[in-house]
C-alpha cells in the first residue's frame, strides 16, 4: 500500500512538473537561475557558505536559496541574496529552469522528493552539484553514481576523492576535490574553554517514543557520561565548561538530556546553536564516528572518538569504508567511561594536538586555505561548459580577449601585464586618471593593442583642475554622476557641463598621445559617455584625433527594457557613422551562455575581462567567471 501510495504521490508530481516547465523557462529560462539549499529548513552548512560567497566575489549571478520562512536560519539567509519558500510554486518554477542546482542533502533542491529522485537517474537541464553534508568516510550506497546522479560531487579531503572516484561508480570529471565550502569559515577563531560533545545518529533509533530510546545504548552511554561525577568534578575545577550537541537527526531527543541538572554541560538545541561556531570555539572535540570530526581535524584541534557501540554502528547503521578510526584516525579511540575520563584529564586543560594526528591531518587536507568556494564555483562553471557541449574557446572563434583598466590600480595593471605575458590578453584598455602612481609601466606590453577608456566617472581628473568624478563634487564646476546618467530623453547639456566634458576629453587624450599611444581605438563598454547628449559633446573630438574604432556591438544591453533599447540603438546609431565597431561584445559569463555561437563564426568578437593578481599572487578575473577557463589547456 505504501509503494502504490508514493507511486500516485511521484506520478502527480512528474505530471505538474511537465505542465509547468514550458511557462518556468518562459519566464526563468533566459536568467542564469541557480538555487542553493541544504535540508530545506536551515542555513548552516556548505549551501550557506556558497550562497554567502557568490553574494560578495560573483554577485552577477543570479542565485535563489530555498528555505522553509519558519526556519532560524531564514534572517541569516536573507540578507545575502533573493530567498525563496521551500517547495512553493515558485520552487517549482526554478527547478525547472535552473542552469544550476546546489544541494548538501541528496535531490533536496528538488520541490518534490520523489521528483527529486526521479531526475537524478535522468537527464536533466542544468547542472546538479552535490556539496555534500559530511566527509564521506562511511560506506554509504546513496553516494554511488547509480544512486546520486550528480554532475559533480565535491569532495573536502584527498583521500576522500580517491576513494570517491576510484569506488562509487562516477565519471572521472564528475568528482573534484576542492575542499567544502564551510572549510573558508575555519580559519580564524578565538578558542574556549569549553568541550564540545557531539555524537553522531542512529538510523536505527530515528523516530522511537522516548521511553524506548532511553532504554538504547546511546541514550544511557551519553547521558551517563555528561552525567558523571569524575567528569563534572573535572571541569569545574579546571573552570571547563560542556556542551552537548546531539545531531540532527537526534534533536528530537534533545529535552531527555536536559535532566542532567549540572552547572557544567549545557544542552545545545538546533534552534538557538550554530554548529559551526561550537566547532570554531571549542578546544576539544568528543565524539563517535560523526564526519564533524573532519572539521575538527581541519583546524588542527584535538579531539576524542568514544565508541561504545563499534560493531552495532557498523552493523546496523553504515558500513565500513577506507577510512579505519584507528589507523587512519586524527585522536585517541576510548570504548568505555573511565578510559576516556582518564585520557581526557591527561590533558590538563591545554589540550594540543599530538605531532602524530597533526601529521595525518596534513596528509588528508592536502588543501588548506580560504579559496573553498572559489574552487567550488570555478569547477560548476567547467562542469556547466562540458555539459552544454560547446567548444567555446578562444582559440577556436576569431575572438579578441581584452584586459580592462589598465591603469586603475596596481593589481589590475599586473594582472594584465601578466595575462599579456602568458598569451591570454589580445588588447588593452587604458585608464587615464591623475594619480595612477606606478600602475602605467608598458615594458613588458605592447602599446599598440592599447586603446584609450575613456573615463568620466572613476578616479581624478587629468587636465585642468576639474573633476569629473561620480561620488563626490570637488567644486561648482564639476558635474554630478546624476547629471550624466540621466535618462530622460534626448536633452541637451548645458554650455557649462559641456565645456567640462570637453575639458576633459581633451586632457585624455593629450596624455594619451604623450605616452606614445596610436589614437585608433576608444572604450566605448557601458559608461555614462554612451549617453546620447554625452556622446555628442565627444565623438567629435575622438573624430578629429584620428580614432576610427570603438568597442561598442550591436548586441549590448540586449537584456535591458524596451524603452533602454531604443535609447541606445539611438546612441549606436550616432556613433556607426564615424566608427567601426564590434560584432559581439560580452564578459567571460555572457560568452559561455551565447546559445547560437556558430553565427559569430569569423566575425569581430571581444570579451572584456578584469584580470588582477588576488592576495594569493594568483592570476584571476575580478568580475565574473575566471577567463583562463576559456583556453582549452583549462579544459
Not at 232 to 261: A, D, G, T, W
Not at 293 to 299: C, G, N, S, T, V
Not at 380 to 403: A, C, P, Q, W
Not at 476 to 487: F, K, P
Amino acid at each position: 500500500m505504501k509503494k502504490i501510495l508514493h507511486g500516485f504521490v511521484f506520478v502527480c508530481q512528474l505530471c505538474f512538473y511537465w505542465l509547468i516547465y514550458p511557462l518556468a523557462n518562459l519566464i526563468y529560462g533566459n536568467k542564469r537561475v541557480w538555487i542553493i539549499c541544504e535540508r530545506g529548513d536551515d542555513a548552516r552548512d556548505n549551501g550557506y557558505w556558497m550562497f554567502k560567497y557568490l553574494h560578495t566575489e560573483h554577485c552577477y549571478v543570479n542565485q535563489y536559496y530555498l528555505i522553509d520562512k519558519k526556519s532560524a536560519d531564514y534572517q541569516k539567509i536573507s540578507k545575502y541574496g533573493k530567498v525563496v519558500k521551500y517547495k512553493s510554486l515558485k520552487h517549482w518554477f526554478l527547478y525547472c529552469a535552473a542552469e544550476v542546482r546546489m544541494t548538501t542533502h541528496l535531490a533536496a533542491f528538488a520541490p518534490g522528493n520523489f521528483l527529486g529522485e526521479w531526475f537524478k537517474h535522468h537527464k536533466q537541464k542544468g547542472v546538479n552539484v552535490f556539496l555534500q553534508h559530511g566527509i564521506t568516510h562511511n560506506e554509504f550506497p546513496s553516494n554511488y553514481f547509480e544512486h546520486n546522479g550528480s554532475d559533480l560531487f565535491i569532495c573536502g579531503a584527498k583521500p576522500e576523492y580517491d576513494h570517491v572516484l576510484n569506488n562509487c561508480h562516477y565519471p572521472e570529471k564528475n568528482v573534484v576535490y576542492t575542499g567544502f565550502a564551510r572549510f573558508d569559515g575555519l580559519n580564524e577563531f578565538t578558542l574556549k574553554k569549553q568541550i564540545l560533545v557531539m555524537p553522531s545518529w542512529r538510523s536505527y533509533l530515528y523516530g522511537l517514543k522516548d521511553e524506548e530510546f532511553k532504554k538504547s545504548n546511546y541514550f544511557t552511554h551519553w547521558f551517563s557520561l555528561l552525567s558523571s561525577k569524575e567528569l563534572i568534578e573535572y571541569c569545574r575545577k579546571e573552570n571547563i565548561k560542556i556542551v552537548f550537541y546531539p545531531h540532527y537527526s537526534m534533536q528530537q531527543y534533545v529535552n531527555l538530556f536536559n535532566k542532567l541538572n549540572n552547572d557544567i554541560v549545557e544542552v545545545a538545541d538546533f534552534d538557538h546553536f550554530d554548529v559551526q561556531e561550537l566547532l570554531k570555539e571549542s578546544s576539544l572535540l568528543i565524539t563517535d564516528y560523526s564526519s564533524i570530526l573532519f572539521d575538527f581535524a581541519y583546524m588542527r584541534k584535538p579531539e576524542l572518538l568514544y565508541q561504545f557501540d563499534e560493531d552495532e554502528f557498523y552493523g546496523k547503521h553504515y558500513g565500513r569504508s577506507y577510512f579505519d578510526h584507528r589507523r587512519d584516525g586524527f585522536g585517541d579511540i576510548v570504548t568505555n567511561e573511565n578510559e576516556l575520563i582518564s585520557v581526557l584529564t591527561s590533558f590538563n586543560a591545554e589540550f594540543k594536538i599530538s605531532s602524530i594526528y597533526r601529521k595525518k591531518i596534513d596528509n588528508f587536507f592536502p588543501l588548506h586555505d580560504d579559496q573553498n568556494c572559489e574552487r567550488i564555483y570555478q569547477a560548476i562553471v567547467r562542469k556547466f561548459i562540458e555539459k552544454k557541449k560547446k567548444h567555446l574557446y578562444v582559440d577556436e572563434l576569431n575572438v579578441v580577449v581584452t584586459g580592462d583598466d589598465y591603469g586603475r590600480n596596481y593589481e589590475s595593471s599586473e594582472g594584465i601585464r601578466q595575462a599579456c605575458k602568458k598569451g591570454y590578453i589580445q588588447h588593452i584598455s587604458v585608464m587615464l586618471n591623475k594619480d595612477e602612481k606606478d600602475t602605467l609601466n608598458f615594458s613588458e606590453i605592447d602599446k599598440n593593442i592599447c586603446s584609450l577608456h575613456i573615463n568620466f566617472t572613476e578616479g581624478y581628473a587629468t587636465y585642468g583642475d576639474t573633476s569629473v568624478y561620480a561620488y563626490s563634487v570637488n567644486n561648482a564646476g564639476s558635474i554630478t554622476h546624476d547629471e550624466l546618467m540621466t535618462r530622460k530623453g534626448l536633452t541637451k547639456l548645458s554650455k557649462s557641463t559641456q565645456d567640462i566634458l570637453v575639458n576633459e576629453i581633451n586632457g585624455q587624450i593629450s596624455k594619451y598621445k604623450m605616452l606614445g599611444f596610436n589614437c585608433e581605438s576608444f572604450d566605448s563598454h557601458g559608461h555614462i559617455h554612451n549617453n546620447l547628449p554625452v556622446a555628442k559633446a565627444i565623438i567629435p573630438i575622438l573624430k578629429e584625433n584620428g580614432f576610427k574604432k570603438f568597442r561598442r556591438p550591436s548586441n549590448i544591453n540586449q537584456h535591458s527594457k524596451l524603452v533602454n533599447r531604443f535609447y541606445k540603438y539611438l546612441v549606436f546609431k550616432k556613433y556607426n557613422k564615424f566608427f567601426d565597431s564590434t560584432k559581439y561584445f560580452g564578459s567571460c559569463d555572457d560568452f559561455i551562455h551565447i546559445k547560437h555561437y556558430r553565427k559569430f563564426k569569423n566575425k569581430s568578437i571581444e570579451i572584456m575581462t578584469h584580470p588582477f593578481i588576488n592576495k594569493n599572487g594568483e592570476l584571476c578575473n575580478r568580475r565574473d567567471i575566471n577567463f583562463l577557463l576559456l583556453y582549452k589547456e583549462n579544459k
